[in-house]
């Protein structure tokens, strides 16, 4: 069904960077979210008029109110496709992510109210009814909402929205509600206990767990995460693919939108190759950067030596200590400047974001004592950075 709906209404539907596309998706989610809720209201609006089923009614409302969850959506996707204008020029793409996090509240205030509500039910036990009908309506609600919550999970995972996983996340507590009280009227029926109390706090935590975690995700790119690994992989393989280009360090990727990066980079060239050539070649990965990995790509050239053997050695001298010494460290910009009393080596070390002031300059002085072994007139001057890549865990 989802892949029919796919080839039925989104134009080019393979092609999910482009923006078109990613909306075409984002309203398909949303019109299918409305007028799965809006049926459910129906139904049971028809259910609880016929059986006077007060429950039943409340419930009805309830599914109308889960509409508005998909209209919310429709209104961020649409608004997040415009294109970038003179106040916005990287566009409008964020506004997705401010969208899923109204859904995530959302999920978080209706899990705060059944937790009001399950608490009432501790206090003071309502007695429980089993009427085969409301079992009836109680499926059939967990049945397209758990097809809902499928439906918008698997396209939001096509295309990297997190207000369609944020709809989803919602209708699968949507799921969990009614499951749990079909659950908690067969255990009454079976054994004559109300536990439809208990059972409610447990689901109230999940909800809110639920909404706690699609906030949290949503922030994330909002507030300005690192880069994943794979992403930072991906970028600098593909920088360091040019001939001409020696190795690269400092990648910072910026997020504007699902698909809309923004991203600096450092790349190492010969420093014996003429300026204008190395030029050329950096302007080349920036183009083909754009096109091919839909990345907006601003690198800075870093001139490195290749020929003057005394440079590399000493290098080499510094990476082989830093190794032995703490492998989670790193160096670049290396550079040498040399008199007749005094080494002066110049270089850049990446830390990780755990070492404190104190460990740092600890392992600063550790390593230029063990480079005046190695060379007494060796004096270092380094300059102390953090990476901006993610770790594979996150």
Avoid at 304 to 327: K, N, P, Y
Wanted: hydrophobic share 45%.
């Amino acid at each position: 069904m989802t892949e029919f709906l796919v080839r039925s209404f989104v134009k080019d539907h393979t092609e999910i960077e482009r923006v078109s596309v990613r909306t075409a998706y984002g309203v398909l989610a949303s019109v299918v979210g409305i007028l799965c809720n809006v049926l459910l209201f129906v139904v049971k609006c028809a259910v609880g008029y016929l059986l006077h089923s007060i429950s039943v009614m409340a419930d009805a409302f309830n599914n109308l109110s889960d509409a508005g969850s998909s209209v919310i959506g429709l209104v961020g996707v649409k608004m997040a496709s415009k294109p970038a204008d003179r106040a916005h020029p990287f566009g409008h793409g964020r506004i997705e992510y401010i969208a899923a996090l109204i859904v995530a509240f959302l999920v978080m205030e209706v899990g705060f109210s059944f937790l009001k509500d399950a608490v009432g039910k501790i206090r003071q036990p309502e007695e429980l009814k089993f009427q085969a009908v409301s079992v009836i309506v109680l499926v059939l609600s967990v049945g397209v909402k758990l097809w809902l919550g499928f439906f918008n999970r698997r396209l939001g995972q096509r295309i990297d929205s997190k207000v369609m996983m944020a709809t989803a996340a919602d209708a699968m507590g949507d799921v969990i509600t009614p499951t749990a009280t079909i659950a908690s009227l067969l255990f009454f029926r079976m054994t004559g206990v109300n536990i439809d109390g208990i059972v409610g706090l447990g689901v109230s935590l999940v909800v809110m767990w639920a909404g706690v975690g699609i906030a949290k995700d949503t922030l994330e790119p909002l507030i300005g995460k690192a880069v994943e690994p794979k992403e930072y992989a991906r970028i600098t393989d593909f920088v360091e693919g040019y001939e001409g280009v020696l190795g690269s360090h400092d990648l910072i990727v910026h997020n504007y939108g699902p698909s809309k990066s923004m991203a600096s980079i450092h790349a190492e060239v010969p420093n014996d190759v003429e300026i204008e050539a190395s030029h050329e070649i950096i302007d080349r990965i920036e183009r083909e950067a754009f096109r091919e990995l839909g990345v907006f790509l601003v690198i800075h050239m870093d001139p490195v030596e290749t020929r003057d053997v005394r440079v590399i050695q000493a290098r080499g001298q510094v990476e082989r200590i830093l190794e032995a010494l703490d492998s989670a460290v790193a160096i670049h910009d290396f550079r040498m400047v040399s008199g007749e009393e005094q080494v002066n080596l110049i270089f850049d070390m990446e830390v990780p974001y755990e070492y404190d002031e104190k460990k740092q300059d600890e392992l600063k002085m550790t390593l230029a004592k063990l480079l005046q072994i190695t060379d007494s007139r060796y004096q270092c001057v380094i300059t102390i950075e953090r990476s901006y890549i993610g770790s594979a865990k996150e």
